[in-house]
């Protein structure tokens, strides 16, 4: 049974855990308050270390899911305890493969990268993985499980994981604003909020699963909403006259200019 420790404990570590088998897996983590750490580690159903660099020793593979500012200080107090036989894997978002491997200050470190997001809350991550050369098919396959536990994996080249990270790890907030926007304008004409918000959501999720079902394209499906001089196609028409697509991929293109200053 391999052993899978956790250096930081927040929304995203605690999403993963969750989902994890303990059963299958010896958990363990870490974070900057041993007496909460301990608390959360009865409420997780695993064992709470006292030191970062004590639960690398216990570890064949470790999990930063800390905020890529303090990465660096975590990763110059582990360096002296990793060894090849030891997996690095980073959630940190902005760091890459060589980052990394320049951070741990060691040539032959395996290192993942895993950019998860917000819905490995209820088990429905979007992650994408990539790998360095140190890393062997038996452990890349392990990691990916450890993720498949809490949604999706996608393997996408490096150079495509700014992107990934607008599309899937920043974009549940800009739709959770279209989706308040859509339940504001259902207030304004009589629905309550409440009542509107679900009807949206509900929509969303199920449009959402139209294009994953069918294959279409989703211009495809608006036109199948569209008839011809009917109400869908004057909104889609006022979003086009406002600058909705145009907005939207400005909204992604600043999104990925932020994470690349970031490392």
């Known amino acids: 049974m391999k052993t899978i420790g956790f250096i930081g404990v927040g929304k995203m570590a605690t999403a993963i855990i969750s989902g994890l088998d303990k059963q299958k897996f010896d958990i363990l983590i870490s974070g900057r308050d041993f007496e909460k750490t301990k608390g959360e580690a009865s409420e997780l159903s695993v064992t709470a270390v006292n030191a970062h ?4 020793e216990k570890s064949d593979v470790i999990v930063l899911a800390i905020k890529p500012q303090v990465l660096p200080t975590i990763l110059s107090e582990i360096a002296p305890v990793l ?3 030891k997996t690095l894997l980073s959630i940190a978002a902005g760091f890459t493969l ?3 491997k320049h951070l741990t200050k060691a040539e032959s470190i395996p290192i993942i990268r895993v950019m998860p997001n917000i ?3 209820i088990q429905k991550s979007t992650s994408a993985i990539v790998r360095n050369e140190y890393v062997t098919d ?6 990916k499980t450890i993720f498949a536990s809490v949604g ?3 393997e996408i080249a490096e150079k495509d994981f700014s992107a990934f990270t607008a599309l899937a790890g920043s974009s549940p907030a800009y739709i959770y604003m279209f989706i308040d926007a859509l339940a504001r304008a259902g207030v ?4 309550p909020k409440a009542t509107a918000t679900k009807i949206v959501a509900e929509t969303v999720a199920a449009s959402a699963d139209m294009v994953l079902t069918s294959d279409e394209n989703p211009w495809s499906l608006v036109d199948k909403v569209s008839s011809p001089g009917g109400t869908t196609v004057a909104g889609v028409v006022s979003l086009e006259q406002n600058r909705f697509v145009g907005t939207v991929i400005d909204a992604i ?3 990925i200019d932020k994470e690349k200053k970031l490392s």
């Open 53 to 56: 660099k004590e639960l690398v």
């Open 83 to 85: 060894t090849p036989e």
């Open 98 to 100: 060589s980052d990394l």
């Open 119 to 121: 819905n490995a809350q």
């Open 138 to 143: 038996d452990i890349y396959e392990f990691a």
């Open 152 to 154: 999706t994996v996608h």
């Open 188 to 191: 304004l004409h009589g629905i």
């Open 253 to 255: 293109t600043a999104t």
